[in-house]
């Protein structure tokens, strides 16, 4: 059984910086697609970031670009974000989500073609 755990949300102010943390477990992703998506309150799930492993690549929304880094370790099986300069808008409940090889070797940003999803961890971040 697949599962994928978040973890490292929480209160941050303005302009500070987080690392979420997906633990992945039931089966390893080296050769699949993986991303974080995030969800606010009264508004649908979006995009952040993500990548395709088999092609080493990575792809961020804009609203995030040039602020956050994806990254992981295969060796642990853990997909990381790294957050800097947050913003308020930035507050939502960010989950992590897997999908299986099958779309070729781009980064997958459509949430309905993910196959395994995180409980997801809150971040808010304070003005």
């Known amino acids: 059984q697949v599962q994928l755990v978040e973890s490292g949300g929480g209160l941050v102010q303005a302009g500070g910086s987080l690392r979420l943390s997906c633990a992945a477990s039931?089966?390893?992703?080296?050769?699949?697609?993986m991303g974080w998506f995030r969800q606010a309150p009264g508004k649908e799930r979006e995009f952040v970031a993500g990548?395709?492993?088999?092609?080493?690549?990575?792809n961020y929304s804009d609203a995030v670009k040039g602020r956050f880094t994806i990254s992981g370790d295969n060796a642990k099986n853990t997909l990381y974000l790294q957050m800097n300069t947050l913003k308020p808008e930035d507050t939502a409940v960010y989950y992590c989500?897997?999908?299986?090889?099958?779309?070729?070797?781009?980064?997958?940003?459509?949430?309905?073609?993910?196959?395994?999803w995180g409980q997801g961890t809150q971040v808010t971040v304070s003005s």
């Open positions: 990548i395709a492993w088999s092609a080493g690549i990575t």
């Open positions: 039931g089966r390893t992703f080296r050769s699949d697609f």
């Open positions: 989500a897997a999908g299986v090889y099958r779309f070729g070797r781009v980064v997958v940003t459509i949430a309905s073609r993910y196959d395994y």
